[in-house]
């Protein structure tokens, strides 16, 4: 299976804030969850993947291609949605579309009409009388339109209802069912990425924690709960997350055999990806 | 076909998966030569990743159970009813040492086992 998307040994360095040795893979056919806390660097990956902003080091290869020297043919493979669009306020969504649709060879206009009416968007509409969901619902229908074969975005549900959200994850999940694509978005609504992810991407202060397979982390990892009066150093320390109250504990574990072992009635359940994220990168208490 | 998927059981969720499938292989719910659903909708379906379907497939592929034709789709085979035979007989097996465990748990011998055994297989 070849990989969509590679980076490797990115780094970027601003003055309070660096990207450090950045490396993860998008395979073919993969949605991949980029999840991270607020000024983790997500945006600043997605720019610097997109050759948006600069980079000291790094490779970036999309399709198999370097960025440099492709970056006209890769583009048009590309579709990017980002989370605070850059439209032009005053026109309306049909005038916005045809300054956007020259700049790609393969704009679809039959596709771009089928997810207006999708997303019941009336192209006459000013863009800035629209409500975020509906600019969010303008942006994927331009970025579905011209064919990508890969979709990029930076938190592209942040803000919307929970039932707009539900309809994007559904378009993503029908625009996957042609092969050899590939969707690679950051959000910080992790029950997003429960629901569609098939691999997942943590990033914390500019550094990759984990790149893996989705229901692979989860398997990996138990929410394990019982009586605090079973808990000794030795076990405590099997735990990348605890919480203990005089009612029982309750923590995140990589290490469920031992802990059987050690605790032969404790209660295993399947954690969520918010779980596994915050034992991570911590509760920030 | 119906999978569900337990948020309890210690079996990774490819396992869960695979071993729903080859129940309804060996009900006869899914018969040779059924096609089974393509890898992304499957995985959009029961809400899983699909390199988990991926790998369920490549798994029953391997056992004997699925067989993939390029271009056309992935099908269902019984083709091989000896190795099918065999995992029957391995799925009863595991079950009897279940029963063998509890029933040694709570001091209950072989022969008795072996009497309640007769008993209820006369009955069914």
Known sequence: MDNILEVTGLNKRYNKFSLTDVSFTLPEGCITGFIGANGAGKTTTIRAILGIIGRESGRIRIFGKDLEGNERSLKNRIGVVFDDSYFYDELSMAEMKSIVAPAYDKWCEADYRMYMELFKLDGKQTISTLSKGMKMKFALALALSHKAELLIMDEPTSGLDPQIRSQILDILGEYMKKGGRGVFFSTHIISDLDKIADTIVLIDSGRIILDCEKDVLVDRHRRVKGDISWLDNESRAMFLDLQATDYGFSGITARLDELRRRMPDILAERPDIEDIMLAYIGRGK | ?124
């Open chain 2, 1 to 124: 076909m119906k999978v569900i998927i337990s948020n309890t059981s210690d079996q990774p969720l490819y396992q869960q998966i695979k071993e729903q499938m080859k129940e309804a292989i060996f009900s006869g719910e899914l018969r040779d030569g059924d096609p089974v659903p393509s890898i992304r909708n499957f995985a959009n379906d029961l809400k899983v990743s699909v390199l988990t379907i991926r790998r369920v497939y490549e798994e029953l592929e391997n056992e004997g159970f699925l067989s993939r034709q390029v271009g056309i789709g992935t099908f269902i085979s019984t083709g091989n009813l000896e190795l099918l035979r065999e995992s029957k007989r391995r799925v009863v097996e595991q079950k009897m040492a279940d029963m063998i465990k509890d029933a040694k748990a709570l001091g209950i011998p072989q022969e008795e086992l072996q009497e309640m055994m007769d008993i209820l297989y006369g009955e069914e």
